[in-house]
């Protein structure tokens, strides 16, 4: 496996490890040696964007709760 695919993988278990600090995620390179850069790239955009709506999701959240508790 070439290093590019290698840094992929190893930026999509940090993000996975991003969520949950309790829990570490180790993703095993074989299980994605099938995947091309693309596609590695494609999944580290979606984790990105998940992670990007669950922060607009509280910041929503805690926006009305800061308006109701006053």
């Keep these: 496996m070439n290093m590019k695919k290698t840094q992929l993988i ?8 991003s969520y949950d600090d309790e829990n570490t995620t180790n993703i095993n390179p074989e299980l994605l040696k099938f ?29 009305k709760f800061k308006k109701y508790s006053v």
């Design 35 to 63: 995947m091309d850069e693309s596609t590695l790239i494609n999944v580290i955009d979606s984790l990105l964007k998940q992670k990007e709506d669950l922060i607009e999701s509280n910041t929503i959240w805690l926006e």
């Design 10 to 17: 190893e930026d999509i278990q940090n993000l996975l490890n």
